[in-house]
């Protein structure tokens, strides 16, 4: 059984080290762009649009009733009233 060339192990390690830091480099790299991105475009977009919906639901009560409303329909008033006077009787 023969060793392996001491060279030929240092540059394998080497490339690898190197592959290693340019993986690195271009995640590093990545997450900047993402981040520079979101602070750019997306945090403007969000106070816009929280904004939007904030002025949407306090500032016009009336189309936030009308969506109460919509979603959740009031319960349909009792047809069969019992008799006040006298609980125990039923009236036909």
């Known amino acids: 059984m023969s060793l392996p060339d001491p060279e030929a192990v240092r ?31 997306g945090l403007p977009a969000m106070l816009v649009l929280g904004t939007a919906a904030g002025v949407w639901v306090w500032a016009l009560p009336e189309a936030h009733a009308r969506l109460v409303l919509w979603l959740h329909p009031p319960p349909p008033p009792p047809t069969d009233f019992p008799n006040i006077d006298n609980p125990n009787t039923k009236e036909p």
């Open 11 to 41: 540059l394998d390690a080497l490339q690898r080290s190197w592959q290693r830091d340019r993986e690195v480099a271009r995640r590093r790299l990545a997450r900047r762009w993402v981040v520079w991105a979101l602070l750019r475009y």
